[in-house]
């Protein structure tokens, strides 16, 4: 559904779709993911359903422009295979891998004059499913771990934002090359973002690390020019 | 040059950015996750002692050995309400000796804790364990492998587990004659020269004959002992116990050994879930580890010795063993301490006198720190 206001200078747009989704492919419990030959006996038949809203409001002109976008999607799988010996989570709905609930993009500019302009983004997303390992117990001589269900759990959401400055030179029309600075903060908040979750064992111990890259403030100066 | 220090600085910026980025993580729900019952054993259904053990799970950032589950109460039920009690004998175990099944009853476990819970398993049927035809092995380039080989002749096995035990023989090569006590030395007449080492194996192993038209299991390779392994140093032995399991216990037994211990790294299986065939009456949400299930065990032996093996070079684990020497008088004269030699230096001018005395590190001169002295029965 799409609409728009004041001489189409704001766009607005919503969009919902449902899809259905037969004969996915998971990984059974226990596949080996890598250098794995024979895949094809460690995957999975589920069903599943994918949902989701979607919002948007644009300006595209004016002092102040940039866009506002929401997403509300999920992707829901489940195992209901009468012939496979195994049942993922009891055959209930679980998020598939990529499930991210929700999605938020905001990206705004401000021209000051015609040599400077500031602009601002920001995003948000939920973190994605992870099945976490719960605890340890000893068994046949060695320490073993179990899990929670698939996927029923998430690591941190992600969260950013960035924010440049655009600083241009004289506009004389006769020059050897148009140039500008540019001023910029990555990751403004300095959040440490998971790039990766992982666990391992540590002298008997088995800890959790979240990695994150750019984890904070990085500022930038870039000059450029163009002839 | 004070560009160069400005790059030193940009340089421990950069890494002050990089170092910065791993940090512990720890999500409520593990540090929320309860102590939950953990069942190993099962009932031996040959005349062998039944051993159950029982134990607590762990939290995840914990070291060490798991609670013991002491002071329960464990009973085996007949399905026709026949009921026999285990007894306690420390550390989370309670034994049943010499219990015979009846044919064709099938049995249960039932564990009440002293917490007031009670943890009944399903009824399972009896699986006899057919015997091991025989545990062969061959050397090939790269070492010695191990096989086991069984059969049932009435196709009913189907799924196997095994478990074994290695013993190794070894000497060490400068075992001590002389302890110096106190200020006095004495020969030594325990004999730290020859011991031996047993462990237990620490994976899963586990079979199935089911895509076969016959129950045979041909050369399921449990061991490898590689060349510069120091097993085979002077001469190795291996006890292979057999079980036979039903279905579902073969398929959680797959499923445990899916979940291993290594975690974190990218050649991670997919975690699974483990089931269960206990549950708690009290609380059927709660998660109970381990499977209980009824069966007898066959075992055989074999013993490798070096002499059987191609010419390999021989690893004995002490090739940086190195002699020293010590002085008499560099020794403490008084207090209470104990050291070992090797062997005495003598003066070669004069009187024939222990002048000082010859030693290595512990582990060479004492083949114990590594294993027992005493020969196990069954050596030969």
Same mark, same amino acid.
């Given at each position: ?57 644009? %300006? ?39 499930? %991210? ?73 006769? %020059? ?33 690390? %979240? ?17 | 040059?004070?560009?160069?220090? *400005? ?45 159950? !053990?029982?134990? !607590? ?102 799924? #196997? ?18 302890? *110096? ?11 730290? *020269? ?48 057999? *079980? ?92 209470? #301490? ?18 000082? #005395? ?23």
């Amino acid at each position: 559904m799409y609409r728009n206001f004041k001489a189409n200078t704001i766009e607005t747009s919503v969009e919902a779709y449902y899809k259905d989704i037969q004969h996915y492919l998971d990984y059974k419990s226990g596949a080996q993911l890598l250098l794995n030959h024979t895949i094809e006996t460690d995957v999975i038949n589920t069903e599943g359903k994918a949902y989701g809203v979607e919002l948007m409001v644009k %300006k595209l002109t004016g002092r102040v422009n940039g866009w506002i976008s929401y997403t509300y999607s999920r992707t829901l799988l489940r195992v209901q295979d009468p012939i496979s010996n195994e049942i993922i989570n009891q055959g209930k709905y679980y998020p598939s891998n990529y499930d %991210k609930p929700h999605d938020f993009t905001f990206i705004g500019n401000y021209r000051v004059n015609k040599r400077f302009n500031f602009s601002l983004n920001f995003t948000y997303s939920t973190g994605r499913p992870i099945t976490l390992p719960l605890g340890k117990f000893d068994l046949a001589d060695s320490k073993r771990v179990y899990y929670t269900e698939r996927n029923q759990y998430r690591i941190p959401d992600y969260y950013r934002a960035d924010f440049s400055m655009n600083i241009e030179g004289n506009h004389k029309i006769r %020059k050897l090359a148009h140039s500008s600075w540019t001023i910029a903060v990555y990751n403004l908040t300095g959040r440490k973002n998971p790039y990766s979750v992982y666990f391992k064992a540590e002298g008997g111990a088995i800890k959790g690390y %979240k990695l994150s890259i750019f984890g904070q403030p990085i500022p930038t100066i870039t000059y450029n020019f163009k002839f | 040059m004070k560009i160069l220090r *400005y790059f030193t600085y940009l340089i421990g910026l950069c890494l002050l950015i990089l170092g910065s980025c791993v940090e512990p993580y720890q999500p409520p729900v593990i540090e929320q996750e309860n102590s939950h019952l953990v069942v190993e054993g099962f009932l031996n259904t040959g005349g062998g002692p039944t051993v159950i !053990r029982l134990s !607590r799970t762990q939290q995840l950032d914990e070291t060490g050995k798991p609670a013991s589950e002491l002071k329960a109460r464990v009973t085996i039920e007949g399905e026709r309400g026949s009921q026999f009690a285990l007894t306690e004998r420390g550390n989370g175990e309670y034994v049943l000796p010499g219990f015979r099944a009846v044919s064709g009853e099938k049995y249960r476990l039932r564990i009440k804790t002293t917490g007031g819970k009670e943890y009944p398993s399903e009824l399972v049927p009896v699986k006899p364990t057919p015997a091991i035809d025989a545990i062969s092995w061959e050397a090939l380039n790269d070492g010695v492998h191990v096989y086991v080989n069984t059969h049932d002749p009435g196709n009913n096995t189907l799924y #196997y587990r095994w478990d074994f035990e290695e013993t190794w023989e070894y000497t060490v090569p400068y075992p001590a004659t002389i302890e *110096y006590k106190n200020g006095t030395s004495n020969q030594i007449t325990d004999n730290l *020269y020859r011991c031996w080492t047993t462990t237990a194996s620490k994976n899963i192993y586990i079979g199935s004959s089911v895509r076969l038209s016959e129950d045979i299991i041909y050369k399921y390779p449990i061991e490898f002992i590689p060349i510069e392994s120091v097993k085979h140093s002077i001469k190795y032995s291996i006890l292979v116990r057999q *079980y036979a399991l039903t279905k579902e216990a073969y398929q959680y037994w797959e499923n445990l050994r899916k979940n291993t211990e290594n975690i974190g790294t990218l050649f991670d299986p997919l975690p699974s879930q483990l089931s269960s065939n206990i549950t708690c009456v009290n609380a059927p949400e709660e998660k109970v580890f381990g499977f209980f299930s009824a069966h007898s065990v066959t075992e055989q032996r074999i013993f490798i010795s070096r002499n059987e093996l191609p010419k390999w070079r021989r690893f004995t684990g002490y090739e940086s063993c190195a002699i020293d020497t010590v002085l008499k008088g560099d020794l403490p004269k008084s207090g209470n #301490y104990s050291y070992f030699f090797v062997g005495e230096v003598m003066s070669t001018n004069g009187p024939m006198m222990p002048i000082g #005395y010859t030693k290595s590190s512990a582990a060479c001169m004492d083949c114990r720190t590594a294993g027992t002295n005493i020969r196990p029965t069954f050596w030969k």
